[in-house]
């Protein structure tokens, strides 16, 4: 077990494996998000309130879950970055911030343009969508954060232990609905009984959030390889390579 | 190995401690969160006095009125225990109908009219097609009668 965790842990054995799934993942998340895009806006049929206008979900709800996965994940890797002192789950935490500050920011773009003609407004201080902002705040507060420091195991720790305690943001945003009266209507996928979504909306939806997921794995591993690549090389078996 | 988990506690500790500290100040302004008051709550008092603030509610079933060339229209918000009627000069969202859950932005006039001069509509977390909602009311509508 601790065998395990100690080669992945190897930078070399990342880099090879990482280079052997990378053409996976992006296949899956090519032929993923294609199939859920013909899904999601020629199949499903049209909301029966909001028309047509409902499509923006399937990019606006895999958004949103991925910048809430993406910043779990990159805090978790931190956190094992800063207990255990393995440079590579930093090297993690460090490649996945842009790919989630992105997401985060591509689900606030969404929200706001979908916001306008079903709400009526493009932005409204509603716990939702202020939690979500400072999420995307505290993406960019980490990457500043590394930027800020030119030695790279204090910027590791710094920004490492942001990215830990920004993570109690996490529960706020997806409790956010039910804890306050919100704008934000409450979760669809998570609810339980009663017809939140049909069928043919939601296996669309799901099959997106699934091409989102592969997507990020896909850019996560070709960004820690490239972090890796910088952080390593003056090593032996990268000049090997 | 004691380094690590000396470390391990470190972070936790450093993670529990904001975590309450947020969870503290969210109760403290549990209020200034709330995006919204009710109608019972606003005829209570609770809403403040002379002051802005939102009221959401449902649209009252035939409560709509449009004044004829222009974009005036007032209606009644009710959560099913009080109503208050609104006015509103300006571009309704598209969901703006019978019904609908709305939050209106603005004050109490000295009529007990809620003046607003933003109306947003709230939607629910359900999306299904039209003919499934029809069945659905259908089925309610038979389990009432």
Redesign the interface.
């Known amino acids: 077990m601790w065998k395990l965790f100690h080669q992945f842990g190897s930078p070399p054995h990342f880099y090879r494996l990482a280079g052997y799934l990378i053409p996976w993942f992006g296949a899956a998340a090519l032929i993923l998000i294609l199939v859920a895009t013909y899904g999601g806006l020629v199949l499903a049929p049209a909301d029966y309130q909001q028309g047509d206008g409902f499509r923006i979900i399937y990019v606006h709800v895999p958004s949103a879950s991925m910048s809430l996965f993406a910043y779990t994940l990159m805090a978790t890797a931190a956190g094992i970055g800063l207990i255990w002192r393995i440079k590579l789950a930093h090297a993690v935490a460090a490649a996945a911030a842009p790919i989630g500050a992105s997401f985060t920011f591509l689900a606030l773009a969404t929200g706001s343009i979908w916001g306008k003609p079903m709400w009526g407004t493009w932005w409204a201080w509603d716990a939702r969508l202020t939690s979500e902002l400072i999420l995307l705040f505290l993406f960019l507060g980490y990457m500043s954060l590394r930027a800020a420091n030119d030695d790279t195991g204090k910027a590791d720790r710094a920004s490492g232990l942001l990215a830990v305690v920004g993570v109690v943001n996490v529960p706020i945003i997806h409790y956010s609905v039910e804890w306050w009266n919100s704008l934000h209507q409450g979760a669809t996928i998570m609810k339980l009984g009663k017809p939140a979504i049909t069928g043919d909306m939601l296996w669309p939806l799901l099959m997106m959030i699934a091409g989102f997921g592969c997507y990020f794995a896909t850019v996560l591993m070709i960004r820690t390889r490239s972090q890796v690549l910088q952080r390593e090389r003056n090593t032996h078996w990268l000049k090997e390579l | 190995m004691k380094k ?1 988990y000396q ?2 506690i470190r ?1 936790a500790l ?2 529990a401690g ?2 309450i500290a ?1 969870a503290l100040l ?1 109760r403290a302004f ?1 209020e200034n ?4 008051y009710t109608p019972v709550q606003v005829v209570a008092g609770e809403a403040p006095d002379g002051r802005r603030f939102r009221l ?1 509610g449902l649209v009252t079933l035939g409560s709509i009125e449009r004044e004829p060339g222009s974009l005036k229209v007032s209606f009644l918000v009710t959560d099913n225990q009080e109503t208050l009627p609104v006015e509103y000069e300006g ?6 109908r019978d019904g609908q859950g709305v ?1 209106a932005h603005g004050t109490m006039n000295d009529n007990g009219i809620f003046v607003a001069d ?13 003919e ?3 069945a ?1 009311e259908k089925a309610h509508g038979d389990e009432e009668s």
Do not use: N, Q, S, T
Not at chain 2, 33 to 36: A, E, H
Not at chain 2, 118 to 130: F, G, I, S, T
């Open positions: 690590r470390r391990g972070v450093v993670l904001v975590g947020v969210l549990d969160i709330l995006y919204f959401g571009v309704l969202p598209d969901l703006f939050i933003e109306v947003l509509a709230k939607h629910d977390e359900d999306y299904m097609p039209p499934v909602a029809e659905l």
